[in-house]
């Protein structure tokens, strides 16, 4: 008899299922608009120009060595990420009241944030603390939230079907009746899975009702970069609410804008009133750093600080971002006019409105089993495609197969 | 008004903090016998030199790129690395019953099969069930298992602090009397931070109560081929409890045996009863993996994987493990030596008895207090000594030190 006997079979994950099933077909044309990876034109990974670069320069640097990193992670790498997010002229940074935890990736940032919080906000004890995360959302925030001890994690409104945009009044309705000191998980930029942001006006009312009624803003950060092309762009949410005076946290991913998906490098930037502050924060994070992974991996964190702190790396890496980006706008732009030139019912201008690796289809679940079963193309059961996964070899195909999908099945 | 207001000042992670004012500390013959890391004869830190090897071949292969990895880690790394703790002709390897899952580092691992464990093991809802940690253990234990949710973490004699040696009457006395399915943290060899590890004989007694009274063995093994030199030795415990039929843990570092602090290599070994429980507990594991980390990093995998399953790459590691073993055994024995020398009173065999990485060498605080502020020699307040830390140019001033200490501070120091 085993002592894992009673453990019951967990279901996996599904976007990665999905791949499993992509890589299982066996079907020549079959295309993978699953999982939330860059591809290049010719369908492949893209390990980026200047990331290759560096990592030779790490592996030839001989005042390099692989002890222990500081709890909190490579020094360099945390405040060179925190710049990127804030600015290198960001007030709150010279203030001495911004902070960060290298983390594994933006889950491990998230993860940390959230343990930090339900410990110390609110009062000591906040498993009731409300949290609010979009309605859709990345699936894993739920899980990252209620593992990290939060019993009433909530949806807020935000994507309307019916317009395929954002449900702004429902968001504010929601802001507004959320208990006081609720805590907000919100998209910087490039919402996934809908790719739909608020306008920077948008932005502005969402901030006066969140400081008005004390709510806590909890940034996910993944697509820096990779969304318009332009950090600075990109980060124009984060920057707007540390300049109305809001403590926060960014979990920031390099996954995306580096490529370095497998490396997991995040940031879990902190943002308090004052330096005395924050220093008590992060004498809290290391303890709860210390008994998750003890310290974080090196590798990826010495390639992103090398590279965004030297200012030709920094150029060059500004170049492959965009280069992710424009192809990406590309595919966007192409994939509605072919749709539209096809005729196909319904409007099409959401998917080059939509921004970031993302787009919300508005297929509807028989839609997508007609895609996946009948024509081989993968994506999730919401609709959302990974707009990395065109090419413009398939891009026909896949415009034919939408067509096919939108007009054969109701 | 901040809403971290209410945060209280952490105290900081003791091993970390003497670290930081040995540092700090401009005496010129300042030692740190501190943080458990390798230093070479000149008190530096040493890269592996078929690590560096590896590190170059991984940069300058092409077909290798940064896509996630699996939830579980690299497959790889995850078998090589099992078939390292439990030997290349395992029959539970054979049997379809082991599995892995690559993790951050032993912590990592620790904390991976604690979160399982108290989600899964003996029904659903494990915070009650006890945790038993060795009396001393690595600091950290307590911090894993009780923020994974276990509310009973307890300890169970192990140092016989007179005897200097290990406590096993009472160590056994504990197995019987514990809750049946209680859980044991082992250290699998080169106990921290004593040193002390149990006989073959006593491992076997120790194997027969556990297996009687249903308790669940979860290894800790963060020196295998670093404590004796040799893998095979390092793991005989470890061995012996999978041929017992034990369903049980193994929470593996590579941080010290490849050097690889800092790319948080670690893989927790799981051995089940038949492959279908196996599955199940994997699929859980993946479930526990996403929503801490996602997926785990690559680097360090790939240099450990790469490594230990070339022959060639693989033969060239065991060196550099014997190469660190073989320095730490010398610096015990020259310690040893010079101590018997000068006449130190008390009795110093338990330097060159203990194995691995450290020794507990009966210091009490006051000497300890003693050592490191009129001496400069830093080592934790427990008497715990990191023999990495010991050099042949150190040495002499180390042993007049401790002489010093033990002749001038008896109980009371001021």
Not at chain 1, 250 to 259: D, E, M
């Amino acid at each position: 008899m085993s002592v894992f006997g009673e453990v019951p079979q967990a279901p996996p994950v599904a976007v990665f299922k999905l791949t499993a099933d992509f890589r299982e077909d066996s079907h020549p044309q079959k295309v993978n608009l699953g999982v939330g990876a860059y591809r290049t034109d010719d369908c492949q990974p893209w390990v980026l120009p200047v990331v290759k670069k560096v990592e030779r320069l790490i592996v030839e640097d001989g005042s390099l060595n692989h002890e222990y990193l500081p709890i909190l992670g490579l020094p360099e790498f945390r405040a060179a990420a925190s710049k990127v997010a804030l600015g290198d002229d960001s007030a709150a940074i010279q203030e001495g009241r911004v902070g960060a935890v290298q983390c594994l990736g933006g889950t491990g940032a998230l993860r940390i944030g959230a343990d930090f919080l339900r410990r110390w906000y609110n009062g000591s004890n906040n498993t009731a603390t409300p949290v609010y995360v979009s309605a859709p959302t990345w699936e894993n925030h739920n899980g990252v939230f209620g593992d990290a001890g939060f019993k009433d994690i909530r949806p807020y409104h935000y994507w309307d079907a019916a317009k395929r945009g954002l449900d702004l009044t429902g968001l504010l309705d929601d802001l507004e009746k959320a208990p006081e000191h609720s805590i907000f998980v919100l998209h910087a930029c490039a919402h996934n899975p809908t790719g739909t942001d608020p306008t920077q006006e948008e932005w502005k009312t969402i901030a006066e009702i969140m400081k008005r009624r004390k709510l806590f803003a909890f940034f996910d950060s993944a697509y820096q970069g990779f969304a318009s092309g332009d950090l600075d762009k990109d980060a124009w949410a984060i920057r707007f609410f540390v300049s109305e005076g809001f403590e926060l946290f960014i979990a920031q991913s390099f996954s995306k804008n580096f490529g370095l998906y497998n490396e997991r490098v995040g940031n879990l930037t902190v943002v308090a009133k004052d330096g005395d502050n924050l220093t008590r924060t992060l004498s809290q994070m290391e303890k709860i750093v210390r008994t998750t992974w003890s310290n974080p991996p090196s590798q990826g964190a010495r390639i992103v600080s090398r590279t965004l702190t030297s200012p030709e790396l920094f150029a060059e890496w500004k170049g492959n971002v965009k280069t992710m980006a424009d192809r990406v706008l590309l595919m966007r732009s192409q994939l509605r006019s072919k749709l539209e030139a096809l005729g196909t019912p319904g409007t099409w201008d959401h998917i080059t409105q939509q921004i970031g690796m993302f787009s919300f289809t508005g297929l509807n679940p028989k839609q997508v089993e007609y895609l996946i079963t009948e024509k081989h193309v993968y994506l999730m059961a919401s609709g959302r495609i990974n707009m990395c996964g065109l090419t413009t070899k398939n891009i026909d195909y896949i415009a034919q197969s939408i067509h096919e999908a939108v007009t054969k099945v109701q | 008004m901040s809403v971290f207001r209410d945060v209280q000042q952490a105290a900081p992670v003791a091993v970390f903090k003497l670290t930081q004012d040995f540092n700090n500390d401009p005496f010129p013959n300042k030692v740190n016998l501190g943080v458990g890391a390798y230093r070479t004869d000149e008190g530096k830190p040493w890269v592996l030199p078929v690590v560096k090897k590896v590190e170059k071949l991984i940069v300058h292969d092409d077909r290798l790129n940064h896509e996630y990895l699996p939830i579980l880690g690299l497959p790889e790394f995850r078998s090589s690395a099992s078939k390292i703790a439990l030997g290349d002709d395992s029959p539970a390897i054979r049997e379809d019953r082991v599995g892995a899952v690559q993790c951050l580092g032993g912590t990592g691992a620790l904390k991976m099969g604690a979160e399982f464990l108290r989600r899964f093991y003996n029904g659903n809802n494990n915070t009650k069930t006890p945790i038993y940690v060795s009396a001393p253990t690595w600091e950290n234990h307590n911090g894993v298992f009780n923020n994974a949710g276990f509310e009973d973490v307890r300890p169970y004699k192990y140092w016989d602090a007179e005897k200097r040696g290990l406590d096993l009457a009472g160590f056994l006395s504990d197995l019987e009397s514990c809750p049946e399915r209680s859980i044991f943290v082992l250290h699998a060899c080169a106990h921290n931070p004593t040193g002390t590890d149990p006989t073959q004989e006593q491992w076997k007694k120790i194997a027969e109560v556990m297996m009687r009274r249903k308790l669940f063995p979860f290894f800790d093994s963060a020196y295998q081929g670093f404590a004796s030199g040799n893998l095979e030795k390092d793991a005989w415990a470890v061995r012996y409890f999978v041929s017992k039929g034990f369903e049980m843990f193994c929470a593996q570092s590579f941080s010290k045996n490849f050097g690889l602090y800092n790319e948080r290599v670690g893989n927790l070994t799981i051995v089940a009863r038949d492959s279908d429980n196996l599955k199940r507990v994997l699929s859980q594991m993946e479930k526990i993996v996403r929503i801490t980390w996602s997926n785990p990093p690559s680097q360090g995998a790939r240099v450990v994987s790469l490594t230990l399953t070339s022959p060639d790459l693989f033969s060239e590691w065991k060196d550099n493990v014997k190469t660190m073993a073989d320095r730490v055994l010398l610096m015990r024995a020259q310690l040893r030596a010079k101590l018997e020398v000068l006449g130190t009173p008390g009795t110093w065999n338990h330097i060159t008895d203990q194995i691995g990485m450290f020794s507990f060498t009966g210091l009490n605080p006051k000497q300890v207090e003693y050592m490191i502020k009129e001496k400069h020699v830093y080592l934790m307040a427990s008497g715990r000594i990191n023999m990495c830390g010991l050099t042949s140019k150190n040495i002499n001033y180390v042993a007049e030190s401790i002489h010093e200490a033990v002749t001038k501070v008896a109980a009371g120091y001021c």
